[in-house]
């Protein structure tokens, strides 16, 4: 069998990160408290009441991340791994492609060798918000990925604008997914759908 190049998101598609983050911080974010149904994505700022700017925001996630302890508290999500060790299992070559910053790369190679041992073949990181980012497009172009994994609309129209079949798990930040507009994205209720063709 020809051997195929799949790539996967790291954050709430192989790791409860937003739970854990907010969790650490007491579900607290700047005066408020919030509920988990309330925080849908990274992007704090876009919540007017809370006043955040896009410095903070980013702060509220990575200073956590950047912790030791957050390789232990950040769980994994359920299923994944079995899906995908059976894609490994069947011959293909697995990638986390990522928002995250070079500077959590150890925390990152840590947290994925924990919970999803001898996957991988590697993580690349699209440094997201530093003047060296690069797109998640290109990063999956030049890994020669046919397929995709993500959970978030932005990324996966974009990864699909380099022809890559991209699977977009069915999440509340979503609800932007047009079926006519985004009819190459296939929107999946659980990564048990993803199928490689
Ligand atoms: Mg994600």
């Not at 408290?33 to 919540?47: A, G, K, P, S, V």
């Amino acid at each position: 069998m020809h051997k195929k190049v799949i790539t996967i998101d790291c954050d709430e598609v192989l790791a409860n990160t937003i739970d854990a983050v907010l969790e650490h911080h007491h579900y607290q974010v700047k005066w408020e408290i919030l509920t988990r149904e309330q925080i849908t994505n990274y992007h704090l700022h876009e919540m007017k009441s809370l006043y955040m700017t896009q410095k903070e925001d980013k702060n509220y996630f990575d200073g956590f991340l950047r912790k030791k302890a957050s390789i232990d508290v950040i769980q994994p999500v359920v299923w994944a791994r079995e899906k995908l060790q059976a894609l490994k299992d069947a011959g293909h070559t697995l990638y986390v492609v990522t928002w995250r910053s070079d500077e959590l790369q150890h925390n990152t190679y840590a947290w994925v060798d924990k919970h999803y041992p001898s996957l991988f073949d590697d993580i690349v990181f699209a440094n997201t918000h530093k003047y060296n980012q690069k797109k998640k497009s290109d990063i999956c172009h030049d890994l020669q990925s046919i397929l995709m994994v993500e959970d978030f609309l932005f990324y996966a129209r974009d990864v699909w604008q380099s022809w890559i079949k991209t699977y977009l798990l069915d999440r509340p930040r979503n609800k932007e997914y047009d079926p006519q507009q985004d009819a190459c994205v296939v929107k999946v209720k659980d990564r048990s759908e993803v199928e490689v063709a």
